[in-house]
């Protein structure tokens, strides 16, 4: 839904269907949703790719307004049955050459093979970007592969201005014009793991400088990544790196103990819904005094094998907890006894914390020292303010999808 | 196209259905499934999930688990493991598209599952195609037909006795919605044996058979009121005790009418009176909206029609009223 004036189009069967449909009512962006319904004849008869050129035709004929483009969605069952995409696309683009068909999987049967559905959408969405080599502005930059637009407190909105860098995101722009203006960036900079794949291709395609500054709670990986940045931006008046980054620094360390202060020995869970780091997390709040005793996940990221040989070696008492395991199912707490701040939807749910930070894949946070000074401060303002997690979790589209369902 | 929807979100599909009916019983449900497009279940069907647990899960199927023919021995072997520490009362297996694709066989892992875990199980045949009638239909039917006992010793003589049949959020919402139905036909001296499945264990299921009379609240129940006439002769009736129709309900439970509603909507619109010229559409589950429907004419004197876009509503509607195949159709009607 970020791209302007695009139309998504989902080719499914029913029990895939629903969640997506009312994922979209809740979003208040039916208008902007249709659907070709997959039955078992489909199947049998083998006319899959038929029903799917028909059904996007006659949904594109009825819209009142053309869309600039088509997000057309396929999913398990047309990679399984062997479906030929390509002839789908090709007679849709025949028949609606103003049209732009990016192509999106909705396939969670391939999320542990090769690039998975969220990397495969995030790379579908810059597909249709392209620029003229004399539109090409060396002194923009690109920032994309997250859902969320940075805050504006953010590092890199700091910094890059302050190098002369002009910033573009998707999430500010309005019209399909806009969003084709992202692809005139010198410079195209992903800062969410799973956005790295399409982004990386993005650059490449167009023959761009590629940045990957992931997210991070660790001041030193911060700081390596920043100055990667500032070398790479070549700022025009030499100005120093290092005086701000201590700056930074100083205003996380302060963050952090006010935090601390106000939080003191309550025990606190993390999980992965919350940030892609949450060992990164759980590390730098072991080190500033904060008692955290859980991290729910499910696997741990490469980007964060030095974080878990660090809580390992230094904090063995630390839980790591499966949310998928079957008998997770009942070990979960209605009503938590004792008062635990929760950072993420998980961890609120498992623990039946009220107290907890309610915010999926980063957010805005992913700005480098700023992101950790921002946690502290949602940190807090999570211990001091009750939370209803019944009203909150359970609506998947609700507020701009927030929920880690 | 008739296949192809811009305004009308569809309903929920056979597996929600299975796992719905079958939510407050106990047992372990597991969906072979790679997991993403069922968490509409999660996210979308369900209301009870903190208010009661329930072991449902999803068996994460892999592509390369779907090609290799769904990699049963790892299936298993994953549900005997989780069986083995959460003891469920019965293992029902739900399959979706992929499954359905490459055939895999249910009732054999099923069978498979029964004799090595010692538990209950069997396969409801769900492919994620049909709507949730179906599929809580299926659900509840095989619970009728494993779980209620052959012979009952003390079944006679259990006069205006009945079980609701058909109760899921799906269509009634939170469980007061179902006590209210409850409510309504007691004050017309009915007592209710069992609910499938609001509020009722498994056990409670299992005294069916002691009921002198089916109710059939929506056509969830039809299925299961058919199998348990088949084990005992019990007869059935079909139709919504809401308040408005609770004592019309409990007429026709004494005379044995089948379905009130459609004999009702047909008087009433013959005899075309008081405000008859208007047209009430009402589109929906044909149980509960039939019963909804008749309450419409007999009070107000309106007449009405239903659109009804499940699969299996024939014989639940009038001669008025239209089952709908998709969105164009609709629209046409």
């Given at each position: 839904?970020?791209?302007?004036?695009?139309?998504?189009?989902?080719v499914?069967?029913?029990?895939?269907?629903?969640?997506?449909?009312?994922?979209?009512?809740?979003m208040h962006?039916?208008?902007?949703?249709?659907?070709v319904?997959?039955?078992e004849?489909?199947?049998?008869?083998?006319?899959?790719?038929?029903?799917?050129?028909?059904?996007?035709?006659?949904?594109?004929?009825?819209?009142?307004?053309?869309?600039?483009?088509?997000?057309?969605?396929?999913?398990?069952?047309?990679?399984?049955?062997?479906?030929?995409?390509?002839?789908?696309?090709?007679?849709?683009?025949?028949?609606?050459?103003?049209?732009?068909?990016?192509?999106?999987?909705?396939?969670?049967?391939?999320?542990?093979?090769?690039?998975?559905?969220?990397?495969?959408l995030?790379?579908?969405?810059?597909?249709?970007?392209?620029?003229?080599p004399?539109?090409?502005?060396?002194?923009?930059?690109?920032?994309?592969?997250?859902?969320?637009?940075?805050?504006?407190?953010?590092d890199?909105?700091e910094?890059?201005?302050?190098a002369?860098?002009?910033?573009?995101?998707?999430?500010?722009?309005?019209?399909?014009?806009?969003?084709?203006?992202?692809?005139?960036?010198?410079?195209?900079?992903?800062?969410?793991?799973?956005?790295?794949?399409?982004?990386?291709?993005?650059?490449?395609?167009?023959?761009?400088?590629?940045?990957?500054?992931?997210?991070?709670?660790?001041?030193?990986?911060?700081?390596?990544?920043?100055?990667?940045?500032?070398?790479?931006?070549?700022?025009?008046d030499?100005?120093?790196?290092?005086?701000?980054?201590e700056?930074?620094i100083?205003?996380?360390?302060?963050?952090?103990?006010?935090?601390?202060?106000?939080?003191?020995?309550?025990?606190?869970?993390?999980?992965?819904?919350?940030?892609?780091?949450?060992?990164?997390?759980?590390?730098?709040?072991?080190?500033?005094?904060?008692?955290?005793?859980t991290v729910?996940?499910?696997?741990?990221s490469?980007?964060?094998?030095?974080?878990?040989a660090?809580?390992?070696?230094?904090?063995?008492?630390?839980?790591?907890?499966?949310?998928?395991h079957?008998?997770m199912?009942?070990?979960?707490?209605?009503?938590?006894?004792?008062?635990?701040?929760?950072?993420g939807?998980?961890?609120?749910?498992?623990?039946?914390?009220?107290?907890?930070?309610?915010?999926?894949?980063?957010?805005?946070?992913?700005?480098?020292?700023?992101?950790?000074?921002?946690t502290?401060?949602?940190?807090e303002?999570?211990?001091?303010?009750?939370?209803d997690?019944?009203?909150l979790?359970?609506?998947?589209?609700?507020?701009?999808?927030?929920?880690?369902? | 196209?008739?296949?192809?929807?811009?305004?009308?979100?569809?309903?929920?599909?056979?597996?929600?259905?299975?796992?719905?009916?079958?939510?407050?019983?106990?047992?372990?449900?597991?969906?072979?499934?790679?997991?993403?497009?069922?968490?509409?279940?999660?996210?979308?069907?369900?209301?009870?999930?903190?208010?009661?647990?329930?072991?449902?899960?999803?068996?994460?199927?892999?592509?390369?688990?779907?090609?290799?023919?769904?990699?049963?021995?790892?299936?298993?072997?994953?549900?005997?493991?989780?069986?083995?520490?959460?003891?469920?009362?019965?293992?029902?297996?739900?399959?979706?598209?992929?499954?359905?694709?490459?055939?895999?066989?249910?009732?054999?892992?099923?069978?498979?599952?029964?004799?090595?875990?010692?538990?209950?199980?069997?396969?409801?045949?769900?492919?994620?195609?049909?709507?949730?009638?179906?599929?809580?239909?299926?659900?509840?039917?095989?619970?009728?037909?494993?779980?209620v006992p052959?012979?009952?010793?003390?079944?006679?003589?259990?006069?205006?006795?009945?079980?609701?049949l058909?109760?899921?959020?799906?269509?009634?919402?939170?469980?007061?919605k179902?006590?209210?139905?409850?409510?309504?036909?007691?004050?017309?001296?009915?007592?209710v044996?069992?609910?499938?499945?609001?509020?009722?264990?498994?056990e409670?299921?299992?005294?069916?058979?002691?009921?002198?009379?089916?109710?059939?609240?929506?056509?969830?129940?039809?299925?299961?009121?058919?199998?348990?006439?088949?084990k005992?002769?019990?007869?059935?009736?079909?139709?919504?005790?809401?308040?408005?129709?609770?004592?019309?309900?409990?007429?026709?439970?004494?005379?044995?009418?089948?379905?009130?509603?459609?004999?009702d909507?047909?008087?009433?619109?013959?005899?075309?009176?008081?405000n008859?010229?208007k047209?009430?559409t009402?589109?929906?589950?044909?149980?509960?909206?039939?019963?909804?429907?008749?309450?419409?004419?007999?009070?107000?004197?309106?007449?009405?029609?239903?659109?009804?876009?499940?699969?299996?509503?024939?014989?639940?509607?009038g001669?008025?009223?239209?089952?709908?195949?998709?969105?164009?159709?609709?629209?046409?009607?």
């Amino acid at each position: 839904m970020l791209i302007p004036e695009a139309h998504q189009i989902y080719v499914c069967a029913d029990n895939c269907m629903r969640g997506v449909v009312l994922t979209a009512a809740e979003m208040h962006a039916e208008d902007r949703f249709s659907f070709v319904i997959v039955e078992e004849q489909n199947l049998l008869n083998g006319d899959l790719e038929d029903l799917t050129i028909e059904g996007t035709a006659d949904l594109i004929r009825k819209l009142k307004k053309m869309p600039k483009a088509i997000l057309l969605f396929t999913v398990c069952i047309h990679h399984f049955i062997g479906c030929d995409l390509e002839r789908i696309y090709r007679e849709l683009e025949e028949q609606f050459p103003e049209i732009t068909f990016l192509r999106c999987y909705m396939d969670p049967i391939m999320q542990k093979h090769g690039p998975t559905p969220d990397q495969k959408l995030r790379k579908a969405m810059y597909e249709s970007l392209d620029s003229e080599p004399d539109k090409m502005d060396t002194k923009q930059i690109s920032i994309l592969g997250s859902d969320f637009a940075l805050d504006q407190s953010s590092d890199l909105k700091e910094l890059l201005p302050k190098a002369g860098y002009t910033v573009r995101e998707l999430q500010s722009c309005r019209t399909w014009e806009e969003y084709k203006e992202l692809g005139n960036a010198g410079t195209f900079l992903c800062c969410y793991p799973s956005g790295k794949y399409g982004i990386e291709l993005l650059a490449k395609r167009l023959d761009r400088t590629f940045l990957y500054l992931p997210l991070s709670f660790d001041y030193e990986e911060i700081k390596k990544e920043e100055e990667i940045l500032w070398n790479t931006l070549k700022p025009e008046d030499n100005q120093e790196l290092l005086p701000w980054i201590e700056k930074k620094i100083s205003l996380c360390e302060a963050a952090l103990e006010h935090t601390r202060q106000v939080i003191g020995n309550t025990p606190i869970a993390i999980d992965y819904t919350f940030h892609p780091r949450p060992l990164g997390l759980a590390k730098l709040l072991l080190t500033h005094g904060f008692n955290v005793e859980t991290v729910y996940l499910d696997s741990i990221s490469p980007e964060e094998k030095e974080a878990f040989a660090w809580l390992k070696e230094k904090k063995p008492e630390l839980e790591l907890r499966s949310t998928v395991h079957a008998k997770m199912r009942l070990l979960h707490e209605e009503h938590a006894t004792d008062k635990i701040l929760a950072i993420g939807q998980k961890a609120a749910w498992f623990t039946g914390s009220r107290y907890f930070v309610n915010l999926v894949q980063g957010a805005g946070l992913q700005g480098g020292f700023d992101g950790i000074r921002r946690t502290a401060e949602l940190m807090e303002e999570a211990f001091s303010e009750e939370k209803d997690p019944k009203t909150l979790i359970v609506k998947k589209g609700w507020g701009g999808c927030t929920s880690c369902i | 196209m008739r296949q192809a929807y811009r305004i009308i979100p569809i309903y929920t599909s056979d597996v929600s259905g299975v796992c719905s009916a079958l939510y407050e019983l106990g047992g372990m449900v597991v969906i072979h499934d790679p997991s993403g497009c069922n968490s509409t279940y999660n996210t979308h069907d369900e209301i009870r999930w903190y208010n009661q647990d329930s072991l449902i899960f999803i068996s994460g199927l892999t592509e390369i688990d779907a090609v290799m023919g769904g990699n049963d021995e790892k299936f298993l072997s994953d549900i005997k493991e989780a069986a083995g520490e959460l003891h469920p009362k019965f293992i029902a297996l739900v399959s979706s598209p992929i499954p359905f694709m490459n055939g895999t066989d249910f009732p054999a892992l099923a069978k498979v599952l029964e004799t090595e875990t010692g538990i209950p199980a069997f396969a409801v045949p769900t492919n994620g195609m049909h709507d949730y009638v179906y599929g809580a239909g299926k659900a509840l039917e095989e619970i009728a037909r494993r779980f209620v006992p052959e012979q009952m010793e003390d079944r006679n003589g259990s006069e205006r006795t009945v079980n609701l049949l058909g109760a899921t959020p799906l269509d009634f919402g939170p469980i007061s919605k179902v006590e209210e139905l409850k409510k309504n036909l007691e004050q017309y001296e009915w007592k209710v044996i069992s609910t499938w499945a609001m509020e009722d264990s498994l056990e409670d299921l299992a005294q069916a058979g002691k009921a002198e009379m089916n109710l059939v609240i929506s056509s969830v129940g039809l299925r299961a009121a058919k199998m348990l006439k088949e084990k005992y002769g019990t007869p059935y009736v079909i139709g919504t005790p809401y308040k408005e129709y609770a004592e019309r309900i409990s007429e026709a439970l004494e005379k044995r009418i089948q379905i009130p509603a459609i004999e009702d909507r047909r008087r009433e619109n013959l005899q075309g009176t008081g405000n008859s010229e208007k047209i009430i559409t009402l589109i929906g589950e044909p149980v509960t909206i039939g019963s909804l429907a008749a309450i419409i004419e007999r009070r107000y004197h309106y007449k009405t029609r239903i659109l009804c876009p499940l699969e299996n509503a024939e014989g639940l509607l009038g001669e008025h009223d239209l089952k709908i195949c998709g969105e164009e159709e609709m629209e046409n009607a």
